[in-house]
């Protein structure tokens, strides 16, 4: 088992302070731009920011290894055109439920996605340890108090885009569990960003207006989420996770969730009632707890 390192540590500390900032940016570019637009140019800024990353890592791996290859034609043209649409619609269901809620909520129900890889594992006939059925439970309460009003028990629309976003990622991760083996995970990153810019793009000169004006308007948010949610942290989180216990790494990163709540508190003077809070409590807490046990199962294997 690999030992805990501090550096690794402060990697993936970062990482998470960037993600979970990252809300405040996507809510913010929304007061200029459409959800389509916002992700297209994000998600292209992204690609374009990870091909030196790319370069740099192939010439370190080739460096290592004179017979190292990325992955296979088929393995690349597959993963990278089927992570890209999940990603379209997974990233586009956050972006226009972000419209209609605080980041803070936007963070925790975007987090369920952790909850559910177990539960979708099934389908690909993975065993989900029963322990991870409480977890889920759990963190079912934890929405109910999160997203659910005193006077009323409607779902409200963003917290139900929310949560369509967290089912989609959680298959997003199943087919990046599948492919990342066989294919160069910068690469790949590299692909699906690219796929899912050019799509967003499409459904926003469909769809939307687009403001080259408006665009400029945005640019810090889109820059933030371009270059630092998707470029720098996404390498951070690669560097991060090489010297450091797998649990102890997804527990880091988890904490997104909770950065969300304080950038929104901090930046844009959101806050959230008790009964919320609660909810997050609830959530944050099944979805530790149901990493340790799917870890621990995964160490029994």
């Known amino acids: 088992m690999r030992q805990f390192s501090l550096k690794s540590a402060v990697l993936l500390l970062l990482t998470a302070i960037i993600w979970g900032s990252a809300f405040v940016a996507q809510s913010v570019g929304m007061r200029y731009i459409g959800p389509f637009t916002f992700n297209g140019t994000r998600s292209v800024l992204g690609a374009l920011i990870l091909l030196p990353i790319l370069a740099l890592f192939i010439k370190s791996e080739k460096a290592k290894d004179s017979h190292y290859c990325v992955g296979t034609k088929k393995d690349i043209l597959y993963s990278g055109i089927l992570c890209g649409v999940v990603m379209f619609v997974a990233s586009n269901l956050q972006q226009f439920g972000i419209q209609y809620t605080t980041v803070g909520k936007a963070g925790f129900i975007t987090a369920f996605y952790i909850v559910l890889v177990p539960i979708l594992g099934i389908f690909v006939k993975r065993s989900c340890p029963p322990l991870v059925w409480c977890g889920v439970l759990l963190a079912l309460v934890g929405l109910w108090f999160l997203c659910m009003r005193k006077e009323s028990i409607q779902l409200q629309l963003g917290d139900l885009l929310l949560f369509l976003c967290a089912v989609v990622f ?132």
Not at 213 to 230: D, E, K, M, T, V
């Open 170 to 301: 959680a298959i997003h991760i199943l087919i990046i569990d599948h492919y990342s083996p066989l294919v160069n995970g910068v690469l790949l990153s590299c692909i699906q960003f690219a796929i899912c810019g050019v799509l967003s793009l499409l459904c926003a000169f469909l769809f939307e207006v687009i403001s080259l004006p408006a665009i400029l308007n945005a640019w810090q948010s889109i820059l933030y989420a371009g270059i630092l949610s998707c470029g720098v942290a996404y390498t951070l989180q690669i560097l991060g996770q090489k010297n450091i216990d797998p649990t102890v790494g997804s527990l880091i990163l988890s904490l997104e969730s909770c950065i969300s709540v304080l950038a929104g508190w901090v930046i844009l003077k959101q806050t959230l009632s008790g009964r919320e809070l609660f909810g997050c409590a609830l959530m944050f807490f099944a979805v530790i707890f149901v990493q340790i046990v799917a870890s621990r199962k995964a160490k029994q294997r």
